[in-house]
């Protein structure tokens, strides 16, 4: 049987409040529709169609090359939208999932358990639907005495029986896809809201005599529609629970789930503790053994086996096997510290490669440099790469050792075994072995400390 699928993304989301419009609202770090779209995937259907119509160009880049677009230029309901996508699905054999773009949380495995059961019963059209703790807002299901379904009333349509159901559409369905297109035509608009609803394609095949069925989906949350902020912030929860419970089955050890923010995209080794209000985003990798303390904030960066980082922010770095970073580190992008390096206290790190065993201990700048093995930077090291305009690279070699409180004036080379003694300002290259002294010779003035405003008579 082809499997096709159409996912409603044209509306604004005037209840959002938002100058976004709403599938791009994000959960877990991704757009809404971007969640829709990957459990729609699941299905390997023979064609997506996304409908776009409000923020069209910024949804369909959202969405990219996984599917099809069609424009629906004015929003007159959601049976409206589906029609839109008639010219490139009309005369196909085939049943066909239509599904909206807010509602981010169903998964595939779901929405292949309502294909199964469209096929096992031989259906001309499937709704999914789940028993709602508040069915306030969602349409709802009407059945007849011997429990069939017959249709579906929206809430601003239903009268008080009809509101006190239960059971709600949860807004996808399945087709057989030339009986869809056949009865969306006879869908009109007398209803509450004035619009072509496609909730009505499942009384008119009823009607027509044809099987229609509902897919009863165990778990209610997993089909949250999100029309307000409220509803956004909920899905965001159901979606974290679900994420970080993936990885505690997984052998990752969460001290606070609750308050642990992995996007879904985020990987974790075994064996890593990750502490309470960590956050974790982007295509961030993290590896086995690690230890992630509280407030620290991970953006698109990977770590390697046995990494510490402690409440620190890291953003598109890379931290190799066995470093340490923090606490109150941070690296910028493109920073790449090798094995066994240590980045501490109050030090920045920025497009720069750190050598193995290479010791950056606090208040330190390291930016735009390359730096060999076991390079000591002492306290207050500052990397002067930029002059207003133009920044500029340093190239450390390994083991050299650079004194506190000095400031390294790029472009620079500094080789192999150098000295530089604290204090000082470098503004040559250093060759291998050298020892460098770039500071004021210090004077002693005997006796001169006598009677100046700090002065006390030990007495
Ligand atoms: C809809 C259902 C309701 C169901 C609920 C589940 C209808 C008439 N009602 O109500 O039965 O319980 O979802 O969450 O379908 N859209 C378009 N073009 C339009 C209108 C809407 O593309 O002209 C898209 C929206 O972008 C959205 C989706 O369709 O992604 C659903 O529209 P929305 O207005 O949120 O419908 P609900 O009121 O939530
Ligand atoms: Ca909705």
Do not use: C, W
């Amino acid at each position: 049987m082809n499997r096709y699928a159409i996912i409603l993304a044209a509306g604004k989301g005037t209840r959002m409040q938002s100058n976004l419009y709403k599938v791009l609202h994000h959960v877990a770090g991704k757009p809404m529709v971007v969640h829709v779209l990957e459990a729609v995937e699941g299905l390997k259907p023979e064609k997506i169609i996304t409908v776009v119509g409000h923020g069209a160009d910024e949804v369909k880049s959202a969405l990219g090359s996984q599917t099809e677009f069609v424009l629906q230029a004015e929003q007159l309901g959601t049976g409206h939208a589906v029609i839109q996508a008639e010219p490139l699905l009309k005369n196909l054999e085939g049943h066909t999932l239509v599904t909206y773009g807010d509602t981010p949380l169903l998964t595939a495995e779901t929405l292949d358990q309502a294909f199964q059961y469209h096929q096992a019963n031989q259906m001309m059209a499937t709704v999914l639907t789940a028993i709602a703790p508040n069915p306030f807002g969602y349409g709802r299901i009407i059945r007849d005495e011997q429990k069939n379904v017959l249709k579906i009333v929206e809430q601003k349509d239903a009268n008080a029986d009809e509101a006190a159901i239960t059971e709600i559409n949860t807004g996808t369905y399945i087709f057989d896809n030339r009986l869809l297109f056949e009865a969306l035509s006879q869908v009109d608009t007398n209803n509450a809201q004035g619009e072509f609803y496609v909730t009505d394609v499942i009384g008119i095949m009823k009607a027509a005599g044809e099987n229609v069925g509902a897919y009863i989906m165990p778990d209610f949350n997993e089909s949250l529609g999100v029309n307000d902020r409220v509803q956004l912030a909920f899905a965001e929860k159901v979606m974290r629970q679900r994420i970080n419970e993936k990885h505690m089955r997984n052998g990752v050890t969460l001290i606070d789930p609750a308050t642990t923010y992995i996007e879904s995209d985020v990987k974790i080794g075994r064996d890593t503790i990750i502490e309470a209000a960590v956050r974790l985003k982007g295509q961030t990798v993290i590896g086995s053994d690690n230890l992630i303390t509280s407030g620290t904030e991970i953006i698109d960066s990977k770590t390697e086996a046995g990494v510490v980082i402690r409440q620190s922010v890291i953003e598109e770095s890379l931290i190799g096997r066995g470093s340490d970073v923090g606490p109150f580190a941070h690296l910028r992008p493109k920073s790449e510290l090798l094995e066994h390096v240590h980045v501490g206290n109050f030090s920045e790190i920025k497009n720069s490669t750190l050598g193995n065993g290479t010791k950056v201990g606090h208040l330190t700048y390291v930016g735009d440099a390359t730096v060999g093995e076991s390079v000591n930077f002492g306290a207050g090291t500052i990397l002067v790469n930029y002059d207003g305009k133009n920044k500029f690279h340093t190239e450390i070699a390994d083991y050299a050792f650079i004194g506190s409180n000095s400031n390294l004036v790029s472009p620079l080379k500094i080789g192999q075994n150098a000295l530089i003694a604290a204090g000082s300002t470098v503004t040559e290259d250093v060759m291998a072995d050298d020892l460098v002294i770039g500071r004021a010779k210090q004077v002693n003035k005997v006796g001169r400390a006598k009677g100046k405003p700090h002065y006390k008579n030990a007495e």
